[in-house]
């Protein structure tokens, strides 16, 4: 997994809301779980395959260079348990995908059970911090011990 574009002149992309959710959702990438995305159309109409960008913890540190693989436009209620679970996130589960994206969603003032999301899925193309990367598998285990990390 060797890569070694010019991270300076790539889009960073930082995952979540808080420097927490962004430390946690980076580690399951990192461990190699978490390989699909989503956000809301109205803040995303422009992801296409073959795109690549930084991935950034909490602290805006670049993590890993990562490449947009495919490119899924649906509404929030028929989000399949398939895509779901390539969230990594929690239990992998459909309705924790629901509960999880639709507070998240309410954050950010756009949620409502059918409005437009942007599916992604995308692969680690090289890993830019060994330290994090060495965590990465401790947040896994709490992740899926339902631990909130």
């Known amino acids: ?3 070694s574009p010019d ?30 995305t989503c956000s809301a159309r109205v803040h995303n109409e422009w992801s296409h395959p073959g795109e690549r960008g930084v991935l950034v913890d909490g602290a805006d540190r670049p993590v890993a260079v ?6 899924t436009h ?22 924790y995908w629901q509960d999880a994206h ?3 969603f309410t954050r950010e003032g756009t949620f409502a059970e059918d409005m ?17 990367a060495a965590g990465a598998a401790d947040h896994l285990r709490r992740e899926r011990a339902g631990e909130t990390v």
Request: aromatic share 8%.
């Open 74 to 95: 649906l509404r929030y209620n028929e989000m399949t348990q398939e895509m779901a679970a390539l969230e990594g996130e929690g239990d992998l589960s459909l309705k």
């Open 7 to 36: 991270i300076e002149t790539l889009p960073r992309w930082p995952f979540g809301d808080s420097p927490e959710l962004a430390d946690r959702l980076a580690a399951l990438i990192v461990a190699g779980v978490k390989t699909g």
């Open 116 to 132: 437009e999301v942007v599916f992604e899925t995308f692969r680690v193309l090289s890993i830019l911090d060994d330290d994090f």
């Open 66 to 71: 990562l490449e947009t693989e495919t490119v």
């Open 1 to 3: 997994m060797s890569v």
């Open 102 to 104: 639709k507070a998240y």
